[in-house]
Nanobody, 126 residues
Framework: QVQLVESGGGLVQTGGSLRLSCVDL????????MGWFRQSPGRQREFVAA????????VYADSVKGRFTISRDNAKNTAYLQMNSLKPEDTAVYYC???????????????????WGQGTQVTVSS
């Protein structure tokens, strides 16, 4: 069973950086691709980035390419999202999610992700 817990959110100024972490307390981490999504008030949940089980393949939304980096450490059952050059439009609740390896996890569709964390708030001030 996958149990995801995010941390690392907070308040940062425009141009600043944050690093989000997502730990799987269920210890089945290696069996899943991992993704990050975000949602701001009045908007649908939006894909941010995803990484394969090995970490060798990554996918990014166009809005974060070149600024965000997704990674994972299977020995620590943890996925990361390094966010640099943050903008006010990056303000949202960020969720990590796990998708079975048999899914189309790279298609950026939240429906492919079976397990979700509780979310962590990221606020970027202008």
């Amino acid at each position: 069973q996958v149990q995801l817990v995010e941390s690392g959110g907070g308040l940062v100024q425009t141009g600043g950086s944050l690093r989000l972490s997502c730990v799987d307390l269920g210890h089945t981490f290696k069996s899943y691709a991992m993704g990050w999504f975000r949602q701001s008030p009045g908007r649908q949940r939006e894909f941010v980035a995803a990484v394969s089980w090995s970490g060798g393949t990554t996918v990014y939304a166009d809005s974060v390419k070149g600024r965000f980096t997704i990674s994972r450490d299977n020995a620590k059952n943890t996925a990361y999202l390094q966010m640099n050059s943050l903008k006010p439009e990056d303000t949202a609740v960020y969720y990590c999610a796990a998708a079975p390896l048999s899914s189309s996890w790279y298609d950026e569709n939240p429906k492919d992700y079976e397990y979700w964390g509780q979310g962590t708030q990221v606020t970027v001030s202008s």
